[in-house]
């Protein structure tokens, strides 16, 4: 939003290539409130029929959902509050992904740590200069920063499009089978009474398909008759397609948080702004670009959260449906203060500019991104779509040798998706999540009754008490009270 205002503008300048004054938009209370409610809830709608299919079936951890559960559990048990120092524990979130997603997620994400910091990175940092001109910034797309992003969302989306199909192939068999009743898919991997009692309760209160189908369509109608009022740089067709795409990106995003606690719902995102301001050209491409960056954002954004949240509900034995229309109300009020604050903040503060308190750097980055997204993929560096293609294809045969080799094979193959995340992310979080499976490890060898009933209750405490931690900090932050110490590793300089 701040990237289309006149203010941004006038930062890159108006002899920059590409940096039009008509490409300029300055926020507004009202556009920004009815943008909301038009596109804000479509997420909801998005993969709410298969809530089952991502918890129950996939068993996906979502760690930040099922280490809310757990805090909420531990409330309503005799062994809260043994637990609850746990929770006031501020260690790295990470380490605690690790001890709750499964080992195979945490050494993917390792592996795919190791591909593209330790080789691909550095190879292709080699051809400065030669695949795509020297010293170009940190976001440019016409650099490093380009095969980053669209590598990354190469691999996701070979993963995701490959689970989507099975899935569906999944679904339609059940169906040609005649195997499923009252129109639902067979419970699977039930172990033990607790969890089929979980599972039971997980489906009983259901959302019907039909309500989901019709209220995605629905409201994609009215949007894509409305954002082009709001935009009209963004032509109705240009929206329709965006939310004929959007469930699959949605689910590739769904699908990875799940597995890492990752949301990259902005890289999805950059994506649609880099097509969109492709496909419309120099002629409004710039708006119309960071509108539709703001449309894929906000539905495979809250896709991925309504899914953690499902989780939570699964293991708190909640209704789904329950949670569901919480979310639309929390959504539709969502829409009104968001808004508002960010309104208290545009009127009262200097923001967007470099010398003040509030600088905005993404500002002047995803306006340079979209202008960049107007020359088309001929802008990108070399090699980039081959490679792209590559990792793509990739991602389709591993996801392939999982489900045809053996199990006691398979389990030892890596998970693309999560091999993924590092690539744009950094390597960072994947040490972290390896820590805590090496911590998980030993654990489960030295112990593993005591590993089972409290690895989760220490995994979420270090998550939930890294969290809280974020309201001092940001009073800190408000306060302006630095650290009093700030500590920074390097390599030593050899002599």
Known sequence: MLA??????????????????????????????????VVSFLGLFSLVALRKVMVIDYKLTYPSGTATAMLINSFHTTTGAELAEFYFDFSPTYIGCGLICPHIVNCSTLLGAVISWGFLWPYISTKDGEWYPANLGNNDFKGLYGYKVFISVSVILGDGLYNLIKI??????????????HGKLPLVGIQDAVEKHLNETFVKDSIPPWLAGSGYVG??????????????????????????????????NSYGTGLTDWNLASTYGKIG???????????????????????MMSIVSTAADLMQDFKTGYLTLSSPRSMFVSQLIGTALGC????????????????????????????????EMSILGVEGFSA?????????????????????????????????????MAMAIPFYIGAYFAIDMFVGTVILFVWERVNRKECDDFSGAVASGLICGDGIWTVPSAILSILRIDPPICMYFKPSLSI
Not at 220 to 229: E, G, R
Not at 273 to 295: D, M, R, T, Y
């Open 4 to 37: 289309m205002d006149q203010r941004t503008y006038e930062l890159i300048g108006a002899d920059y290539p590409g940096n039009r004054a008509v490409d300029v938009k300055n926020p507004s209370l009202s556009w920004m409130i009815g943008f909301m409610f």
């Open 168 to 181: 569906i192939y999944a679904t339609v068999k059940e169906i040609m089978n005649a195997r499923s009743k």
């Open 219 to 252: 409201l994609a109608a009215i949007s894509t008759a409305t954002v082009p009022m709001i935009f009209p740089q963004l032509k109705w067709y240009l929206v329709l397609s965006a939310y004929i795409v959007a469930p699959l990106l949605a689910f590739c």
């Open 273 to 295: 702004l880099f097509i969109f301001a492709s496909w419309v050209g120099q002629n409004g491409g710039v708006i119309a670009g960071l509108a539709a960056c703001g449309v």
């Open 336 to 367: 009104i203060i968001a808004p508002l604050t960010f309104w208290l903040y545009w009127t009262a503060f200097d923001i967007g500019n470099p010398d003040g308190m509030f600088k905005a750097p993404y500002a002047v980055i995803y306006r």
């Open 380 to 416: 990108l560096p070399q090699h980039c779509l081959a490679i792209c293609s590559g990792f793509f294809v990739a991602a389709l045969v591993i996801n392939l040798l999982r489900d045809v080799t053996p199990k006691n094979v398979s389990k030892f193959i890596p998970i693309p």
